[in-house]
Every structure is written in structure tokens, then in C-alpha cells.
T-cell receptor, first 113, second 111 residues
Framework: GAVVSQHPSWVICKSGTSVKIECRSL??????MFWYRQFPKQSLMLMAT?????????EQGVEKDKFLINHASLTLSTLTVTSAHPEDSSFYIC?????????FGSGTQLSVL | GENVEQHPSTLSVQEGDSAVIKCTYS??????FPWYKQELGKRPQLIID?????GEKKDQRIAVTLNKTAKHFSLHITETQPEDSAVYFC??????????FGAGTILRVKS
């Protein structure tokens, strides 16, 4: 299947700082990427849809000014968690569409102290 | 929008037995239904998928059935092995190419 790379795999940061997470499609071009958040023992909750060359579409209840998404090329989307707080601690995972199939990055475990 | 319900939330089976996980969806326009397996701390892995023009699909020990009229689909794992233990998610593709996930099923295969 298609390969989606995500970095970093884990990050610990201080409250109030910003964290950037990268998602790359390695062997295919992805005009659309998706960002999910997953709490322990829960399902994947879609945060936003990242569209190459245009603004991201956020799901209801997701603060667009807090979770900045940039999809500058057909193979890279970034999620920046701005002014992170402990409640932002979670597993963040990206995905990219190859046709109708969705392939996931390896995820980023964010811990905000 | 699409709503996907998944049952059971946990499932324990003896090694060698079969496991069945069921999902229902709400949007009759959905036409693509994948299943993902997620091990602890790892990414979800696509294990099988089915389109709405097909009623059943098999891949070795894994099969998926779809009843479009009733809007439900199921994952069947035969001859379960300990390495099948994981969380399984069903999903339905809604408008905008967005996948809506079920709540997940923790499968434990006891040896």
C-alpha cells in the first residue's frame, strides 16, 4: 500500500509553546490529507481536512486558530498546535488518500507539561 | 452527516474460533467501507475493504459482508490467532472523501 510518513513520533513540550507535526506521502501525491486526534481507548476523531493550495476545512468544535494546518505541496501537510496546553495532550495522526483508500501516518504522541 | 455504530466494544475469543464485528451506517449514499486494525501505539492498518456494489469479499482468514439494504456490514475473522488481538475499526466514506469511524472493537484472542 501507499506510504505515509509522520514526524515526530512523540514530542514533549512545555505549556504555551507551539509544536509542528509533519505528514508526508512518500510514493504518491495527495491533494487531500486528513488530521485525526485519538484519545486512549477511543476512536479516531477527524479534526480537519487539509487541501493542497487552499485553506483547511475544520470539523465542528475544532479551533482553527489553535490547530494550524498548511498543505503547501502535494506531498506535505503540517499541523501546528499553537500555545499548547495539557488538555492538548493526545495522539495525533494524519492520513492521505490514494484514490478512495486512506493510509495513515505513524502518529505523534504529544505530551504537554 | 454519516454516523457509524460498531458492536461489540470488546470481544474475547479462544484461539482458533471465529470473531465477528458488526457495524451499521446511516447514510445510504456511502459506498465504500474499509476495516482497520490498530495495535497499541501504532497506526491503523487497512486490512480489508468493500464497495457497495459487492456483497462479500474475502482475503484469506478475513472476510467482510455488506447488506446495503439494511445498511450494515460485518468483519469476519476465522481461525483466530493471538496476533489478531488488536483494536478494529470500521468506517464509511461520506461526501468529501471523509471517513467516519466506528467506536472500535477490542479483540482479544486467548491462547
Amino acid at each position: 500500500g501507499a506510504v505515509v510518513s509522520q514526524h515526530p513520533s512523540w514530542v514533549i513540550c512545555k505549556s504555551g509553546t507551539s509544536v509542528k507535526i509533519e505528514c508526508r506521502s512518500l510514493d504518491f501525491q495527495a491533494t487531500t490529507m486528513f488530521w485525526y486526534r485519538q484519545f486512549p481507548k477511543q476512536s479516531l476523531m477527524l479534526m480537519a481536512t487539509s487541501n493542497e493550495g487552499s485553506k483547511a476545512t475544520y470539523e465542528q468544535g475544532v479551533e482553527k486558530d489553535k490547530f494550524l494546518i498548511n498543505h503547501a505541496s502535494l506531498t506535505l501537510s503540517t499541523l501546528t498546535v499553537t500555545s499548547a496546553h495539557p488538555e492538548d495532550s493526545s495522539f495525533y495522526i494524519c492520513s492521505a488518500s490514494a484514490g478512495e483508500k486512506l493510509f495513515f501516518g505513524s502518529g505523534t504522541q504529544l505530551s504537554v507539561l | 452527516g454519516e454516523n457509524v455504530e460498531q458492536h461489540p466494544s470488546t470481544l474475547s475469543v479462544q484461539e482458533g474460533d471465529s470473531a465477528v464485528i458488526k457495524c451499521t451506517y446511516s447514510d445510504s449514499a456511502s459506498n465504500y467501507f474499509p476495516w482497520y486494525k490498530q495495535e497499541l501505539g501504532k497506526r491503523p492498518q487497512l486490512i480489508i475493504d468493500i464497495r457497495s456494489n459487492v456483497g462479500e469479499k474475502k482475503d484469506q482468514r478475513i472476510a467482510v459482508t455488506l447488506n446495503k439494504t439494511a445498511k450494515h456490514f460485518s468483519l469476519h475473522i476465522t481461525e483466530t490467532q493471538p496476533e489478531d488481538s488488536a483494536v478494529y475499526f470500521c468506517a464509511a466514506l461520506e461526501y468529501g472523501n471523509k471517513l467516519v469511524f466506528g467506536a472500535g472493537t477490542i479483540l482479544r484472542v486467548k491462547s
